[in-house]
């Protein structure tokens, strides 16, 4: 699974009477921000650095020219909605041997810490993603990237997680976390992808 930039924009007030609505651009957890379009009847403004905000008074006006607000005027404004914010995704890998699904002795506290975000956040959206990298057969190498997802699958259901909870998935040597020429053994895409939200 690719890292993806996480946008937040947090917006306050429907667009109805005078009231407005205001939109600002904060970092993801990882500090990374995106770019976010806010469109109305009346234009578009586009945030794209952290803590740019803009406004718009309705729906039929333009949004204002982005200004910065403060850490502590995004606090006072927006605290409570980013209180109850869902925490972020929990994402680790577990790097497999050539040609094998065995467990690698690394999968032990990585389960650990999986199990525990699990319980955390109370999840039941769990996805396992197998891969392979792209030495030997296209073919093979889907049927061992699938080994490898139901391995760990396999060692989820062991510590209690329901297979209802499970997404598995497998892609062999299609989706590298490394792009290689063909017949290229890579250990950085011998995985499986775990996500825990």
């Known amino acids: 699974m690719s890292s993806r930039t996480l946008v937040i924009a947090l917006a306050v007030l429907a667009l109805a009477g005078c009231s407005g609505t205001t939109v600002v651009l904060v970092p993801d957890p990882d500090g990374k921000v995106g770019r976010v379009a806010v469109t109305t009847q009346g234009g578009e403004t586009t945030l794209s650095s952290s803590g740019e905000s803009t406004r718009a008074a309705a ?3 333009k949004p204002e020219a982005p200004r910065i607000m403060s850490q502590e005027q ?3 404004r927006f605290g409570a909605a980013l209180a109850n914010e869902p925490m972020p995704p929990l994402r680790r890998q577990i790097h497999f041997a050539t040609g094998s ?3 690698p002795a690394e999968a032990t506290a990585v389960l650990q810490a ?11 959206d769990i996805s396992v993603i197998g891969h392979s990298d792209r030495a030997g057969d296209d073919r093979l190498n889907r049927e061992l990237s699938l080994k490898r997802a139901n391995t ?24 590298p976390a490394v792009v290689t020429a063909d017949g290229v053994a890579e250990p950085r895409n011998r995985r499986v992808e775990l996500e825990i939200r």
């Open 59 to 61: 729906a039929e006006d």
């Open 74 to 76: 995004i606090r006072e």
């Open 101 to 103: 699904a065995d467990l």
């Open 114 to 124: 999986v199990r525990q975000a699990i319980e955390i956040r109370k999840s039941c």
């Open 152 to 175: 760990l699958a396999k060692a989820l259901r062991e510590l209690g997680v329901a297979d209802s909870c499970l997404d598995v998935r497998y892609y062999g040597e299609h989706d």
